[in-house]
Nanobody, 122 residues
Framework: QVQVAESGGGSVQAGGSLRLSCVAS????????MGWFRQVPGKEYEGVAA???????AYADSVKGRFTISHDNAHNTLYLQMNSLQPEDTAMYYC????????????????WGQGTQVTVSS
């Protein structure tokens, strides 16, 4: 079983920044492939950003130019740097691991963390 754990959520004012971190305990198959998703109550998961070890990344149109996904290989940690946050970014953010390629489809990921709340006030 792969354990996935996120951290770094919190409350900020519009225009502020946060950095989320995610650690996966191990990778079952080949090279790492991970992503960030978010969910608000009553809605489905929304893909935010994804990364794979080939260097490919994927971003939702709504976060392009504001969010940056990166991976620290030495520490096996995935990051999501979120700048210029807006109230519409408020959601529970989830890290997911084990995918074949950088993807914004939640069905492409096998393991999920418990989530970390991000709240942006206007």
């Amino acid at each position: 079983q792969v354990q996935v754990a996120e951290s770094g959520g919190g409350s900020v004012q519009a225009g502020g920044s946060l950095r989320l971190s995610c650690v996966a305990s191990r990778y079952n198959y080949g090279d790492p492939c991970m992503g960030w998703f978010r969910q608000v109550p009553g809605k489905e998961y929304e893909g935010v950003a994804a990364w794979d070890s080939d260097g490919a990344t994927a971003y939702a149109d709504s976060v392009k130019g504001r969010f940056t996904i990166s991976h620290d290989n030495a520490h096996n940690t995935l990051y999501l740097q979120m700048n210029s946050l807006q109230p519409e970014d408020t959601a529970m953010y989830y890290c997911a691991a084990e995918c074949l390629r950088a993807s914004l489809d939640p069905g492409d990921f096998a393991y999920w963390g418990q989530g970390t709340q991000v709240t942006v006030s206007s």
